[in-house]
């Protein structure tokens, strides 16, 4: 059967996909996750610790370009303008 005691973080999503300041995740499961924001070169650039279903990151800091982040095994692409 299937084990319902664990929790896997493979259905969120992130907003807006083009990031002036801040990104949103949506729908995470509840848990404490690491949040991993990849250059496309794959260097880490930031992490931070979320641990609610819809979290913020703030990520002026960031260049302008293509960036990758990470959370488990699920990766998704976004743009920093």
């Not at 999503?13 to 070169?41: C, H, N, R």
């Not at 002026?60 to 095994?73: K, S, T």
């Amino acid at each position: 059967g299937i084990n319902s005691t664990v929790s896997t973080a493979s259905n969120w999503t992130v907003y807006p996909t083009q990031v002036k300041d801040q990104l949103t995740f949506k729908s995470l499961p509840e848990g404490s996750y690491l949040a991993t924001i990849l250059s496309v070169s794959g260097q880490v650039v930031h992490q931070q610790r979320i641990n609610s279903s819809s979290e913020i990151l703030q990520l002026g800091h960031l260049r302008p370009g293509l960036y990758v982040v990470r959370i488990d095994n699920r990766a998704l692409k976004f743009i920093k303008e």
